[in-house]
């Protein structure tokens, strides 16, 4: 079972029918009991960073305990921004800190918002949740990227004109600024690698 945690600001069908063509039980919820015992958490996002922090707060307590625990957590597109410190987007607001670093503004001279397809380079081939993925393109729509403090903790990049960071990953604690679940069969592979993470 997939649980996808409602907070109002993300594209919850997308994620959940991607989920589905793998034919895995799927569950979008804002219930904090069904979240706390979730196995597979999944935290998508769209919108702004201030917002979704905003939306996030009953879920805090739970997020952090799931991933002490070191269950299996996957942060997608703004759910990968919202991980780290702090965004550029809207200051004096905190992220959820699981990440070290911060968000920025895409450098001046790229087309912003990126939006489209670009390759994945993984940067450990070892990771399981890139397990078979290197080259493949994924679709990518934002405006901020994140910059976390240790680059021992960077999945994979892309190119934009400089290393745009696409994933990261701590254990059981992985996200994409890309969404799997618009990036067909390549997408789909890192979906099933999440499914299939073990619970420890």
């Not at 895995?24 to 069904?34: F, P, R, S």
Request: charged fraction near 25%; proline fraction near 5%; hydrophobic fraction near 40%.
């Amino acid at each position: 079972m997939i649980t996808i945690i409602d907070y109002k600001s993300g594209n919850l069908r997308s994620i959940s029918n991607g989920f589905k063509k793998l034919n895995c039980d799927v569950e979008i919820t804002d219930d904090v009991e069904k979240i706390a015992n979730a196995k597979h958490l999944v935290l998508p996002g769209v919108g702004a960073f201030g917002t979704a922090m905003k939306n996030i707060e009953p879920f805090k307590d739970v997020i952090y305990e799931h991933v002490e625990e070191d269950k299996p957590f996957l942060g997608i597109c703004l759910g990968q921004q919202v991980l780290m410190s702090s965004s550029e987007e809207t200051e004096n607001v905190k992220g959820l800190d699981l990440f070290k670093g911060d968000v920025k503004l895409l450098p001046p001279g790229r087309k912003i918002p990126h939006m489209g397809w670009n390759k994945l380079h993984v940067i450990n081939q070892d990771n399981p949740i890139l397990k078979g993925i290197d080259g493949e393109f994924f679709y990518f729509v934002h405006s901020y990227h994140v910059v976390p403090d240790d680059e021992e903790i960077i999945a994979a990049t892309c190119d934009y004109g400089f290393d745009v960071v696409a994933a990261l990953s701590r254990n059981n604690l992985f996200s994409t600024q890309f969404h799997p679940e618009k990036s067909g069969k390549p997408g789909l592979k890192i979906l099933k690698n999440f499914i299939n993470l073990e619970v420890k």
